[in-house]
């Protein structure tokens, strides 16, 4: 049966062959302290939990590291954050649909790519469309280079359309009406 790694003493995973030894066993006893302080901090590394508490600097040298092919100096630092998280997930599935929306989900929003054979265009082309397109040159910038590094490779953008986003309450409604005609005769 495994147990958890806090849980486990240096003594128990010797061989046989030198368990019994007092040197050895002294030594095992000596390093199992440690050993078990090491891996208590072992939580601590964790970078994904500490992402949006990072320094700039730091997150750069992480985007570099994990291959964030999106990444550029204008975007906030929830969304530096939000790259480098999804990085690993995102070089899975990179080159299909599904990674031009999750860049489409952490630039904008949120998104939605049609295939060439959902709206009638050309083979390999695809659109996008979204509620909430950038409205400067430097977003827009940011959100063609992340489409770029995301679609596969034969795949051409053909346009990003933007869906009117409305707020608000709808009311409807309807009435019935019945009733009984009676007609009356004299004889």
């Known amino acids: 049966m495994s ?6 003493n240096f003594l128990d995973i010797l061989p046989s062959s030198i368990a019994a030894d007092p040197l050895i066993i002294a030594a095992a006893n000596g ?14 590394l964790d970078l ?22 999106a990444w550029e100096d204008g975007l ?9 998280e999804i990085s690993y997930n995102w070089h899975r599935v990179k080159g299909t649909p599904a990674a031009v929306e999750m860049i489409l989900n952490d630039v904008l929003g949120g998104g939605q790519v049609e295939e ?26 940011i959100l063609l280079a992340g489409i770029e590094s995301a679609k596969n490779t034969r795949s051409f953008l053909d346009l990003i359309i933007k869906r009117p986003s409305i707020t608000g309450a709808l009311f409807f409604g309807g009435a019935i009406s019945a009733g ?8």
Not at 31 to 39: G, H, M, N, R, V
Not at 53 to 64: C, F, G, Q, T, V
Not at 180 to 187: F, G, H, M, R
């Open 3 to 8: 147990k958890p790694l806090s849980n486990i």
């Open 31 to 44: 390093l199992d302290a440690e050993l078990k302080t090491i891996t208590g901090m072992i939580a601590d």
């Open 48 to 69: 994904h939990k500490a992402l949006s508490s990072l320094p700039e600097p730091i997150l750069k040298h992480l985007a570099y590291q994990w291959h964030v092919d």
């Open 76 to 84: 906030t630092m929830d969304q530096k954050a939000a790259l480098i």
């Open 116 to 141: 060439f054979w959902e709206y009638g265009g050309e083979e390999f082309h695809f659109r996008v469309i979204s509620n909430s397109p950038p409205e400067d040159e430097t977003a827009n910038a």
């Open 180 to 187: 009984i005609t009676v007609k009356i005769y004299q004889e």
